[in-house]
């Protein structure tokens, strides 16, 4: 739940600088849930409805989508190659959304779409480490030791990788690749790719299955969903 002072969101609002909404505060102008309020500083949450001198008051809406990202799409806001974007997806909604983090462009799976900036801050915030699930078709089969170094920890780009949990789903002997899934809480660029290829083995395709506590269950590639109020909730209690 995020909670802002009752003069800040009147001003973000464009109804009045925040020193005349100050004003109107004081001067019992002003509502919130039906109820007259006059304490500077009050905090109210994102679903407050507020009114000035009866008004209600037009707030931006926060909104976040869980997607079902498809391989070949690139997860920036516009692309120089005229390649599809994963904003593309939601041009018929009436606010502009954003990826929290990226996907590579091959990468399929689960990415949120947002325009809360708290929200997208503090889920990529390394401090938060949200638990990420990949799943990887690799090239060749992890040897028992490669699977211990992933899950200590590797080298790249100058940078050792937090522990991990890797667990092989499947084994294709006959095409020499294996399908691993690979739990992590880090979010550096290629990072998945990078850390196999640390072993030595190559990704093949690469999909996103879990993010946090939610899933792609019930959606098919290309499709969204807007997450609730209480999944966004609990997003915000990420520890
Ligand atoms: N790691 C990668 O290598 N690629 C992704 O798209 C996500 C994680």
């Not at 009752?6 to 004081?26: D, F, N, P, Y």
């Not at 799943?135 to 920890?153: T, W, Y």
Request: aromatic share 6%; glycine share 6%.
């Amino acid at each position: 739940m995020t909670l802002q002072r009752l003069q800040k969101v009147i001003a973000e609002a464009g109804i009045a600088s925040r020193r005349k909404a100050e004003k109107m505060i004081t001067e019992g102008r002003v509502t919130v849930d039906g109820e007259i309020v006059t304490k500077l500083g009050t905090k109210v949450e994102t679903f407050s409805n507020i009114t000035v001198d009866g008004e209600p008051i037009e707030r931006e809406s926060l909104h976040t989508y869980l997607f079902y990202k498809p391989r070949g799409v690139i997860s920036t806001a516009s692309d120089d190659k005229g390649r599809k974007t994963v904003v593309d997806y939601f041009s018929d909604l009436p606010y502009r959304l954003y990826p929290v983090g990226r996907l590579d462009y091959d990468t399929s799976g689960l990415l949120l779409m947002t325009n809360d900036g708290e929200l997208a801050n503090l889920l990529m915030h390394p401090r938060n480490k949200v638990a990420k699930v990949y799943v990887a078709r690799i090239e060749g089969q992890l040897l028992p030791e490669e699977s211990k170094k992933l899950a200590r920890g590797v080298e790249f780009d100058h940078h050792k990788s937090a522990p991990a949990k890797v667990k092989v789903i499947r084994t294709d002997k006959k095409r020499n690749r294996q399908i691993v899934q690979l739990t992590i809480h880090e979010g550096h660029y290629h990072q998945v790719k990078n850390m196999f290829k640390a072993v030595n083995h190559q990704v093949e395709k690469l999909a996103r299955e879990k993010y946090s506590f939610l899933t792609l269950d019930g959606l098919v590639s290309g499709k969204y969903r807007e997450l609730t109020h209480e999944e966004v909730d609990r997003l915000k209690r990420v520890d």
